[in-house]
Structure formats: C-alpha cells, structure tokens
C-alpha cells in the first residue's frame, strides 16, 4: 500500500515561490500517473496538475506559466514548484496517485497561504 506524505507549505507573500514535496512510502510509484490538488476554504477540492509515468505534464488553466510539476523516481517523490504565487492560491494542496483508473491514494495536505 503507497503512503504519500507532503511538505512545503507555508506563508509567502504574493509573487514569492514555495515548491511542495510529496514522497511516497510502501511502494514505487514510477508506474502511476501522480498528481496535485487543491482546496481553499469553503470550495471544493480541485485539479492543480499531474504528470504521467511517461512524464506528460497537464496544468489547470488558473496555474499554468506559474507552476511546475515534476517527478524524480530515484527519490519515489513527486514536486510542485510555485512560482509568482497569488492570494487565490491560498489552499489545502494534496498530493494524489492514480493506482487504479482514478486518484485512490491521497496524503494529508499542506497548507500554502499567500498574503497581499
């Protein structure tokens, strides 16, 4: 069974950077599409991005030019790098690996919080 545990999160300010960790424990997940996501308060959780085992990479439309994802499978860990962050950034961000045809396995969350 894959535990994914994430890391990063904090407090920044609007235009700074965080870049969000999320390694996976159990087994190799090389193999598996993984993801990100996110919930701000009161909303509902959504896609931020994920990448394939082949390494495609697909962005919401909200963070595409300013986030990153990238995958390092030595490490069996899964990176978002945020760049000019805005105020609506501001969320829970989940790590998700797709080990069926969905997302099943999830982690804790890590919480960002932009100021302006």
């Known amino acids: 069974q894959v535990q994914l545990v994430e890391s990063g999160g904090g407090l920044v300010q609007a235009g700074g950077s965080l870049r969000l960790s999320c390694a996976a424990s159990g087994r190799t997940v090389s193999s598996y599409t993984m993801g990100w996501f996110r919930q701000a308060p009161g909303k509902e959780r959504e896609f931020v991005s994920d990448?394939?085992?082949?390494?495609?990479?697909y962005y919401a439309d909200s963070v595409k030019g300013r986030f990153t994802i990238s995958r390092d499978n030595a490490k069996n860990t899964l990176y978002l790098q945020m760049n000019n962050l805005k105020p609506e950034d501001t969320a829970i961000y989940y790590c998700a690996a797709k080990i069926t045809s969905t997302y099943d396995t999830w982690g804790q969350g890590t919480q960002v919080t932009v100021s302006s």
């Open positions: 990448i394939t085992w082949r390494l495609n990479t």
